[in-house]
T-cell receptor, first 114, second 114 residues
Framework: GENVEQHPSTLSVQEGDSAVIKCTYS??????FPWYKQELGKRPQLIID?????GEKKDQRIAVTLNKTAKHFSLHITETQPEDSAVYFC?????????????FGQGTILTVHP | DVKVTQSSRYLVKRTGEKVFLECVQD?????MFWYRQDPGLGLRLIYF???????EKGDIPEGYSVSREKKERFSLILESASTNQTSMYLC?????????????FGPGTRLTVL
């Protein structure tokens, strides 16, 4: 089955710096890669996603890049703010009849210091 | 707005008890999922369902069962709770069509087994 590895497990930055979280996946048939943000005590929520026919996607201060050949994708947050502090999860979904099943990475605890 | 609700936010049970966790979604989603979340391990899929009365094992189904008698409701059952099942349990749902893969999460149930 699919395996998703996420690094780093913790990331500490100063406000205004950039943050990058990287994930690798094992199944070349995976075609959908979402990123979820989970604030303390809250449910995970989708912040951005990318499909395998696209190399990069941006939404204001966040962007995701995908390298299908190397089977890795990354989340980039620019001009970080304290409210960006949360746990971030990457995930991958296989194409075909997978019933929307996602395989998640281990999570990255991002701390943004004011 | 999609709403996914879970029957309890906190639950304390004793070893050997039968435990029911319920999840309800109000968006007519086809797919529903149960995950457990443990620090450093990310979100691990226990079971999922792609239709009423249909279920599939996820990555860690041992010690759990599920029931989906109605489209909007997906129950997770611990037949005989054990201390290693102490965890945060998250339910999620998604539409079902491959073009809309977003999973929407419930608030989670923190289960403690004594």
């Amino acid at each position: 089955g699919e395996n998703v590895e996420q690094h780093p497990s913790t990331l500490s930055v100063q406000e205004g710096d950039s943050a990058v979280i990287k994930c690798t996946y094992s199944d070349s048939a995976s075609n959908y890669f979402p990123w979820y943000k989970q604030e303390l005590g809250k449910r995970p929520q989708l912040i951005i996603d990318i499909r395998s026919n696209v190399g990069e996607k941006k939404d204001q201060r966040i962007a995701v890049t995908l390298n299908k050949t190397a089977k890795h994708f990354s989340l980039h947050i620019t001009e970080t703010q304290p409210e960006d502090s949360a746990v971030y999860f990457c995930a991958a979904k296989k194409g075909g009849t997978s019933y929307g099943k996602l395989t998640f990475g281990q999570g990255t605890i991002l701390t943004v210091h004011p | 707005d999609v709403k996914v609700t879970q029957s309890s936010r906190y639950l304390v049970k004793r070893t050997g008890e039968k435990v029911f966790l319920e999840c309800v979604q109000d968006m007519d989603h086809e797919n529903m999922f149960w995950y457990r979340q443990d620090p450093g391990l990310g979100l691990r899929l226990i079971y999922f369902s792609y239709d009423v009365k249909m279920k599939e094992k996820g990555d860690i189904p041992e010690g759990y069962s599920v029931s989906r008698e109605k489209k909007e409701r997906f129950s997770l059952i611990l037949e005989s709770a054990s201390t290693n099942q102490t965890s945060m349990y998250l339910c999620a749902s998604s539409f079902g069509a491959s073009s809309t893969d977003t999973q929407y999460f419930g608030p989670g149930t923190r289960l403690t087994v004594l």
